[in-house]
């Protein structure tokens, strides 16, 4: 059954009372492990980046299906009915105090200095594909909308969670770039891409030095910014070079700076690594899955 537009399904932010279902829904969906205070105040709709920091809001909408009685997994059971998806996300952020400062910067920075981020999304498996994922993803994008100067909604995705990348690209997100070592699983890192959706007519221009050419503007045009063309090139021939380095049988020390290439923009993530965040290996599907 298709959810999207269900009057079967409601939607709503979230409330003290939801900790259970919310926090169960984190665990199944997310690789992330969060502590409980995370999670005493997400559903307050609030976060901290630490323990004595101020307590920033936090958009929060849950998808509820209507259950009379108990539901058999007491762990989805909420007021209204049974939790089966939620969506979390900072909304206004100035971007220069986002993750994105160093890999987004607009055309007109004066017009749209501001940003949303995605913090998490989850689906429960037997709800996903149902149009659950994709309603709380455009009630979000609404909100963030709203305000006129923000330029865009972004967010993480590892580089090998390709369901994740198949459903923003559907949605209207686009790749900006690659951010080398974002994540640590098992004491090895891994990369990630940023995703954006640009909102108000905003329009990109240029990321990281290590962003690739495929960019996005407000109206929905493809376009190459001059740096972004170069830094696609330059990394299409340094992945060649590995690869000939590689077939050459060149040393670990040489593989070891090559893999290095890429330069900054390895940000960590406050939010899920301040609540001591871990990532499981076997669900490390990257932030959000719907």
């Known amino acids: 059954m298709d959810y999207e537009e269900s009057r079967e399904m409601c939607y709503r932010h979230m409330e003290p009372e939801d900790m259970v279902p919310v926090r169960f829904i984190h665990e199944q969906c997310l690789p992330v492990r969060y502590n409980t205070a995370f999670y005493e105040n997400i559903v307050r709709n609030v976060v901290q980046r630490t323990d004595d920091g101020p307590r920033e809001p936090v958009y929060t909408q849950v998808a509820v299906l209507p259950w009379a009685g108990e539901h058999p997994n007491p762990f989805l059971q909420c007021g209204d009915g049974a939790m089966v998806g939620l969506i979390t996300a900072q909304l206004a952020q ?4 986002s993750s994105a400062a160093d890999t987004i910067a607009f055309v007109e920075p004066q017009r749209h200095d501001m940003v949303a981020y995605i ?3 989850g689906v429960l498996d037997e709800y996903r594909r149902a149009g659950v994922g994709a309603a709380l993803l455009r009630r979000c994008v609404a909100a963030a909308r709203a305000e006129p100067r923000c330029g865009a909604v972004f967010l993480h995705v590892i580089t090998y969670n390709a369901a994740a990348m198949a459903f923003y690209a559907r949605a209207g997100f686009v790749r900006v770039c690659e951010v080398s070592g974002y994540y640590q699983i098992d004491g090895a890192r891994h990369s990630c891409y940023v995703y954006a959706l640009f909102l108000n007519g905003a329009a990109l221009a240029h990321a990281a030095p290590h962003a690739h050419a495929h960019l996005l503007d407000g109206d929905g045009a493809y376009y190459y910014a001059p740096e972004t063309l170069l830094a696609a ?5 340094r992945r060649l070079v590995g690869l000939l380095r590689r077939w050459l049988g060149m ?3 040489g593989r070891r700076k090559e893999a290095g290439g890429g330069g900054g923009g390895a940000v960590s993530n406050g939010y899920k690594r301040g609540y001591d965040a871990e990532l ?5 599907t990257g932030e959000t899955l719907a």
């Open 94 to 97: 100035p971007l220069t105090q």
């Open 119 to 121: 913090l998490t999304l």
């Open 233 to 237: 090139v330059t990394g299409r021939l």
């Open 251 to 253: 040393g670990d020390e």
């Open 280 to 284: 499981d290996d076997d669900a490390a």
